[in-house]
């Protein structure tokens, strides 16, 4: 079992299939311990058939076997076996971990598939799973990344989870389809705003030529107390340059 472990790296995939054939041959694959470190060997390393025999073969099967082979699929692509991989847990009444959730999710955001997030997400709710901060994250840019700031909108105001990295992600996906309007709502509404926030708005404004707003809101920013940092002070000198403001910029 250590030397599989030892073996997931990918440099000894020779020793690894070695040291596999011989797990198989002498009946260890029986013990939920080996086999699970045979299913992290066989996913670590990227084969396509194997991760699903050891699956298969495990005698007990716990939630870190499935989010593997899960992960299995999302490294390989193979999205239809995912999904019924997904139906075959809720069926067996198997509830998704918040690792697997992420697992499922960054494939959406790694494949820039709309479709399939819309999937993703419809089985997420089906499931009754609260999602954490992460994977509305994940979400939100998904959606955006995919063209679809609507689903983003709707989603991002429907999720219960919202820490300021939520909202500042609600805010960064509507300036990146300069889309002012829609990314000041979630800065006017937000409960606590950080550096990020103030500057992805000052960003904004200035991206669409509102020298003036964003100045006046780098003034906000001080009077709130809150300390710019680099970025800041490059964004706001770069709006005074363009504007020609150059007292505001001394």
């Not at 029986?30 to 991760?51: D, E, I, Q, R």
């Not at 939630?63 to 999904?83: D, F, K, N």
């Not at 809150?226 to 363009?242: E, H, Y």
Request: hydrophobic share 45%; charged share 15%; net charge negative.
């Amino acid at each position: 079992m250590y030397l599989l472990k030892a073996l997931v790296s990918g440099k000894n995939v020779n020793e690894g299939e070695e040291v596999h054939t011989s797990v198989v041959r002498t009946g260890f694959v029986s013990s939920k311990f080996v086999s699970g470190a045979l299913l992290g060997f066989s996913v670590g390393n990227g084969f396509t058939c194997k991760p699903r025999w050891v699956f298969n073969e495990m005698p007990q099967l716990g939630l870190v076997s499935w989010t593997l082979m899960i992960r299995a699929y999302v490294c390989l692509t193979l999205l239809g076996e995912e999904l019924e991989l997904l139906r075959t847990m809720r069926g067996v009444s198997v509830m998704l971990g918040m690792v697997a959730v992420a697992t499922v999710v960054s494939a959406c955001d790694l494949l820039g598939d709309l479709g399939f997030a819309k999937t993703m997400h419809c089985f997420i709710e089906k499931s009754e799973i609260e999602v954490d901060a992460l994977v509305s994250c994940i979400l939100i840019n998904t959606y955006g990344e995919c063209g679809s700031l609507d689903d983003a909108y709707r989603f991002f105001w429907k999720t219960a989870m919202k820490n300021v990295v939520v909202w500042n992600t609600m805010i960064h996906q509507s300036l990146e389809h300069n889309n002012l309007e829609l990314g000041k709502q979630p800065f006017d509404w937000m409960p606590k705003r950080d550096v990020a926030s103030w500057n992805s708005m000052i960003q904004g404004f200035t991206n669409v030529g509102q020298y003036e707003e964003a100045l006046a809101l780098f003034h906000d920013m001080e009077i709130l107390v809150f300390r710019p940092n680099t970025l800041t002070l490059s964004s706001t000198l770069s709006n005074c340059a363009s504007h020609g403001a150059l007292e505001a910029g001394a």
